[in-house]
């Protein structure tokens, strides 16, 4: 019964995620939204496990939260560079913000 | 007794961190800006997804199923916080500027004026220091 309701709560803390992701003004508010529901996805996974009682579903949840890593980062270097390929510039590297 | 108490424990680290998680989903909505955004997320990345491994770990036990969820809840702590650096630098490289508070309390975006001066002097600026307002040339209703 715990685990219903942690997972009733994820569901609806996505859904909520997936509405910011849509209305989102900036590229970065859906790329934050993006990372929520990707947490929510890892978590959501773990607790299915417990749900069904097949612990197996964790170690795809450990592959979900390397992806989302990835995932952002690809995503964040494309919309910095234009290109997933670029190497990135010394004088950015060490600007100071 | 000892299971009685664990599953006690159990339901009040779901339930809070279920809490937690959709606290941070309805501030990702009602933030005003990216940046708040990010904050406000990351209540539920951190808080809220540790206390739902903390609960579903109490019902485990130790087993390797615990230990995968504790390496799923670090692998989360790491690339939560390095993923949001990432996106808040990423932003304020694109000439994303924070929202901030105006002196009549409306909410105000930083303008294109502003946005040259370093990160250091927005906080300050805010004060009712007349120097900065000279500088920027902004003058507020």
Redesign the interface.
Known sequence: MMFQVATVAVLIAMSLAVVRALRGPTVFDRLVAANSVGTGAVLLLSLFGFLTGRPEFLDIGLTYVLLNLIGTFAVLKFFRHGALGHPGDEDERTKVL | MIEAAV?AL??IA??A???F??V???G??RMPD?FT??HA?SV??TL??GL??T??LL??GPT??AA??V??IL??LF??S???H??A??????G?RPVVAGRDGTLVQRDAAEAVL??SAIAPAEQTSPEAEKETGRSNP
């Open positions: 599953d159990s339901w779901l339930v961190g279920g809490l998680y959709v941070g989903a309805v990702l909505n990216v955004r990010m997320v539920g990345d809220g997804a739902l491994v609960g579903m019902q485990a390797l199923v995968k969820l390496l799923i692998v989360l690339t939560g390095v993923a949001t990432a996106l630098r990423a932003a304020l490289q694109d994303v370093p990160l």
